[in-house]
């Protein structure tokens, strides 16, 4: 399948199972290999939002889904990852001209959707609820059952797998979702809602409504009808969700930014360690929420670690993420490009060295698109700004540290706590440190490992609350508790 037989989806969003233009203003998408217009869809609106959550309500409260048995459920995620396997291709091809990823990353999130449908799924047909322990004369029981309507929000650099994982729990628990994906690469998002109707799922059960955080955003989560907002982005817009949240007394989960540490102590497997760093941090061109952006090198391996970095970050071939050998594609946008220059020449202005990178790469290919050089810097301190604040993008600082008290000292000063990685021959050092570290996801002697059976989220200001897991239906669930008198003797109070 060529790049030319990519037919990018017409010019409609879903409202509530009604595939229409949006009311809003255009919004044109734009390829970063090369800046070219890809297609203009209509932004969603107000108007659009209030349908969308009205007709949720009443399709989420309908016998037809509400009754349904949790295995009849399934069946519908079944469906949704049929058609998603059976669109594979062309899902990823479409998601790499609207991302910029390469082609290898893009197929692999399009089949983690699938997974993650077929996984939420199978809990569902074992998500069982109990009985507790009795008490006293009554048979006690724990429930769970649908929220409502879920405002499902969705960031620009995974759109298809963060869609799967919002989207499929919310279904399972028996709700209607309205997903907003990132302005900037809306496409793939509507693709997966033309599967999902094509699958049957039943008319008002999902919204795709594009747009502006500002408009439609907002609009989702201030909206009374909404019941629970889960959103994957940064942390500023999540601390207005959870303001938002805090008036309405809703549920959130937050899943936020982080700047990661990697750590390389003196008994590391050496190879084994360059490798993961490099590629968890310039995998995805380092925009990722758990980057390892911060690399602590034991002061025995400094140097040697820091040129082997150096010497394979410049070997990295950065190009079109179609081309199959392109390990570092362009970033997602030309202003987020130059928004990662800026990060770069204030670390420099601080004191950085930079050892290779700092710079979009030179060449015809190369001069429309939003490519940036994998970058290494050092020389700088922790509380550096680069080292502090997130740059979702290639961009590693190398630190030293002398000891363990001292590494720890170091990893966790910071306002995140997402991911971390240890590379370590030593067991009892990496389960002490693990232990040790702020952190809701630590990868020991590997890095940017995910399975959807395995919960994750952040601690301090990456997030709240955790995706993924059997849990994971629970997240977009009620509890109730129903207690069943067994004593045959009135209650003695009233007598």
Not at 382 to 405: H, S, Y
């Amino acid at each position: 399948m060529s790049e030319a037989t990519i037919a990018p989806p017409p010019d409609e969003i879903l409202v509530a199972g009604r595939w229409r233009r949006g009311a809003g203003t255009p919004l044109e998408t734009v390829d970063p290999a090369d800046g070219s217009a890809i297609t203009t869809i209509h932004r969603a609106t107000v108007e659009d939002v209030d349908e969308a959550v009205q007709l949720g309500a009443e399709a989420a409260s309908a016998p037809g889904w509400r009754d349904l048995l949790p295995h009849e459920r399934a069946r519908h995620l079944h469906r949704i990852a049929d058609g998603i396997e059976g669109s594979a291709e062309r899902l990823a091809r479409l998601q790499t001209r609207d991302t910029g990823k390469t082609l290898k990353e893009t197929r692999a999130l399009v089949a983690s959707a699938a997974g993650t449908f077929r996984y939420f799924a199978a809990v569902l047909e074992t998500f069982d609820d109990e009985l507790t322990a009795r008490r006293g004369p009554s048979l006690t029981m724990s429930v769970h059952e649908p929220i409502g309507v879920i405002a499902a929000i969705t960031p620009w650099n995974s759109p298809i797998a963060s869609d799967a994982q919002k989207i499929a729990p919310a279904l399972a628990a028996g709700n209607a979702v309205l997903l907003k994906p990132a302005e900037w690469t809306p496409l793939v998002s509507l693709a997966l809602g033309r599967i999902a109707t094509d699958a049957g799922l039943p008319p008002g059960l999902l919204s795709i409504l594009p747009g502006s955080g500002r408009v439609v955003g907002e609009a989702l989560v201030n909206h009374p009808g909404v019941g629970k907002v889960s959103f994957t982005g940064g942390t500023t817009t999540g601390r207005r969700i959870a303001h938002a949240a805090a008036e309405k007394l809703m549920p959130v989960s937050l899943e936020l930014g982080g700047k990661s540490p990697t750590v390389v102590f003196e008994d590391a497997d050496l190879d084994l360690a360059v490798n993961g760093i490099l590629y968890g941090i310039f995998s995805s061109s380092g925009q990722s929420c758990i980057a390892g952006s911060r690399l602590f090198v034991a002061e025995p391996l400094r140097d040697r670690i820091v040129s082997m970095m150096v010497e394979r970050a410049k070997a990295l071939r950065v190009g079109h993420g179609l081309d199959p050998s392109t390990q570092v594609a362009p970033l997602v946008h030309h202003r987020h490009r130059d928004s990662v220059a800026e990060h770069v020449e204030r670390a420099l202005a601080e004191g950085g060295r930079l050892l290779t990178g700092g710079a979009p790469p030179l060449g015809p290919s190369f001069e429309k698109g939003a490519y940036y050089l994998p970058t290494v810097i050092d020389g700088l301190s922790n509380t550096a700004r680069a080292c502090q604040e997130e740059i979702f993008g290639p961009v590693l600082t190398v630190l030293p540290f002398k000891d363990e008290d001292d590494l720890v000292e170091q990893a966790n000063d910071s306002v995140y706590g997402l991911a971390c990685g240890l590379w370590t021959a030593d067991y009892r050092r990496a389960w002490r440190v693990a232990r040790k570290i702020e952190a809701g996801t630590v990868w020991v002697n590997t890095y940017k490992q995910f399975s959807v059976s395995t919960p994750f989220g952040g601690t301090k200001e990456s997030g709240l609350g955790r995706e993924k897991g059997r849990a994971g239906i629970a997240a977009y669930s009620r509890q109730k508790s129903i207690y069943w008198g067994l004593d045959e003797t009135p209650l003695g109070w009233a007598n």
